[in-house]
């Protein structure tokens, strides 16, 4: 168990629709990472966020957003869904801004019909 | 294009053979490499950090080392709990981790 929670560990949902994702990260680490991975694309960064403020985006959508509260837990939202979402989202958290062990959830597997 | 390529994509070894797998990385500014362990529907599971040319590191049977180009992961006589999925990656100097395609590693009794 790497510390890091993400719920709900499984969603389906249609075309179309608007869904979030919810990740508490370790005690103590103020980075949360969101990544995606497909059977395709592999595992591919989404978006960083340092103690509330965004620090690093990657391959995001723009029908894509995220935010860190601050308790720190992230959501991850995820709107006007296409089938081509469908996907194991991780989330990931470390101490500190980078160059550390970045701690990765059990993920949500999130099947668009 | 910072890129993380990982050989081979699959790998088929019997319990006791060992192997190495390898990771090469054109990643400009590399902070880190990064080697992890995923097994089938779980997240990564952290196996080791590398942060300059030559460092080596070890736990169990797997000893990870890294290069300027490339990093190896070695497994010295693999048991069947072995099998997982290994995964490389780079951390660019914005701290996103690339990561490779990973290698499937099967160990047979």
New interface residues.
């Given amino acids: 168990d790497s510390g890091v929670t993400q719920t709900p560990k499984h969603l389906i949902t249609a075309t179309g629709q608007r869904v979030t994702l919810r990740c508490s990260p370790r005690s103590g680490d103020l980075s949360v990472y969101w990544y995606q991975q497909s059977l395709d694309q592999g595992l591919q960064f989404l978006i960083q966020y340092y103690n509330g403020e965004e620090r690093a985006k990657g391959n995001i959508l723009e029908r894509f957003s995220a935010q860190q509260f601050p308790d720190l837990h992230s959501e991850l939202n995820l709107s006007s869904l296409e089938l081509g979402d469908s996907a194991l989202y991780f989330c990931a958290s470390s101490v500190g801004r980078g160059r550390e062990t970045q701690y990765f959830g059990p993920g949500t597997r999130l099947l668009v019909l | 294009e910072d890129q993380v390529t990982q050989s081979p994509e699959a790998l088929r070894l019997q319990e006791g053979e060992s192997s190495s797998l390898n990771c090469s990385y054109t990643v400009s500014g590399l902070?880190?490499l990064?080697w992890?362990r995923q097994d089938p529907?779980?997240?990564?599971?952290?196996l080791f950090?590398l942060?300059s040319a030559g460092e080596e590191k070890e736990k169990e049977r797997l000893k990870a080392t890294l290069t300027k180009k490339e990093s190896f992961l070695h497994i010295t006589a693999p048991k069947p709990e072995d099998s997982a999925t290994y995964?490389c990656?780079g951390?660019d100097q914005?701290?996103?981790?690339?990561?490779?395609?990973?290698t499937e590693l099967s160990v047979k009794p």
Avoid at chain 2, 94 to 102: S, V
């Fill in positions: 902070r880190g990064f992890y529907g779980k997240g990564p599971e952290f950090t942060y995964l990656a951390e914005g701290g996103k981790l690339i990561f490779g395609q990973g």
